[in-house]
């Protein structure tokens, strides 16, 4: 296909990148202007790319050989794989500059004069120099009384006033052109990209953002960004969401906090949310009663092999929470089930279904202790080879489960999240 000399950024959002060997690289994420005084056009000076590896870095314009329909190809392979770090005076298109609010002065377009219209795209186009700018910007007023949505108008850019750095960094802008882009990324990756955003941007994503989806996001931030985030809400929010959150990381978030502010917004947790919460607090964050989860998969030894795989074919159970199921004698929820033993998926997928669970318990494993340190529970999971362990107390009651996530969490560094897929 014909390489393009005009095109509209958000177009090259997901585009395929390609070396010059017709390899995939990654995929374009965002495309990075400086905006010049006065009315001059701004310069595309480069993409922001995201690797096979979910790094985002920047490759200058210079270094795009070709964009099509369907890809961009560069002209080398020999690209810097520093993450991307936005420098003063540079903007993102789709992060900052789409659903923003400018004004027109197209006296072409009385329509428009006077009123704030919404930016929907922005588009860039190769001069005889080869600089990519900066040419087109396609609005759209704002929403009919009769819910009709108004028309798109392409306007040239000197037509065009509210696009300043200064203006891009007033709060109230739209994200639904970024909450496009996350549909379907997990939440550790939407967490990687929030965190590459401008501080306004971020905010504005996240209170968007519903309690499920945020919640989820939140968990994968590292703790200093947890924490500020957080703090950035009314306690009404923050509450909401760490009632979403899982126990255990609603617990290592608040154990982040002033012991004040932690109860405050425990407190505001509907109580059988913030109980299991609280117990988790009890417990020293390096332990296994620190670090385990208060749910974990748990079913009575009356239970049927079938009802056992159909609960750990849930989908929101992690594969680590899923691999084990424990069993206690009713009543079975943590911490008062008195726990029985366990049984292996891979032992449920062996056994009829009609049979009860009952029958293929491991009552061998040995268990962990609330109080067992974090070296005790790795040694624990690099002996038994398990992904998951039961935490009993010394009266036998099941209060939790400890994965190899929550383990590998406290053995990684403290800013491990920040250096994912670091080849520096």
Known sequence: MAAVSKVFAARLGGLVVLGPDG???????????????????PRVIGLVIELLNHRRIFVPMLRVTAIEPGSVTLTTGNISLRRFAQRPGEVLVLAQVLDS???????????????????????????????????????????????????????????????????????????????????????????????????????????????????????????????????QFDSERAADVLEAMDPDDAADLLGELPDAEAESLLRLMDPEESEPVRRLLAHSPDTAGGLMTPEPVILSPATTVAEALARVRNADLTPAIASLVFVARPPTATPTGQYVGC??????????????????????????????????????????????????????????????????????????????????
Do not use: M
Not at 27 to 34: C, F, K, L, N
Not at 163 to 180: K, M, R
Not at 366 to 392: K, M
């Open 23 to 41: 390899e995939s690289v990654g995929r374009v994420r965002d495309v990075v202007i400086t905006i010049r005084l006065g009315r001059q056009q």
């Open 101 to 231: 609010h400018v004004r027109v002065d197209d006296p072409e377009l009385d329509q428009l004069l006077g009123h704030d219209v919404i930016v929907v795209d922005i588009g860039i186009e190769i001069t005889r120099s080869r600089d990519w700018v900066v040419s087109k910007v396609a609005v759209r007023g704002h929403r009919a009384r009769l819910g009709r949505r108004a028309p798109i108008h392409v306007i040239e850019w000197q037509h065009i006033q509210g696009l300043t750095p200064n203006d891009l960094a007033q709060f109230g802008q739209g994200v639904s052109q970024l909450l496009l882009q996350f549909e379907g990324l997990r939440a550790a990756d939407v967490a990687n990209a929030l965190r590459e955003l401008p501080e306004k941007r971020r905010l504005e994503v996240a209170l968007a953002l519903d309690d499920e989806r945020l919640a989820d996001v939140v968990q994968e931030l590292p703790d200093d960004d947890q924490v500020e985030l957080l703090g």
């Open 343 to 424: 049984v292996h998926l891979q032992r449920l997928l062996r056994e009829p279904p009609a049979s009860l669970v009952g029958g293929a318990l491991d009552t061998e494993l040995p268990r962990l202790s609330p109080q067992d340190p974090l070296s005790t529970v790795t040694r624990y999971f690099a002996t038994y080879n398990l992904v998951c362990g039961p935490v009993v107390d010394d009266q036998g009651h099941l209060l939790g489960a400890v994965t190899v996530d929550d383990v590998l969490d406290h053995l990684l560094p403290e800013d491990w999240r920040e250096h994912e897929g670091s080849n520096e």
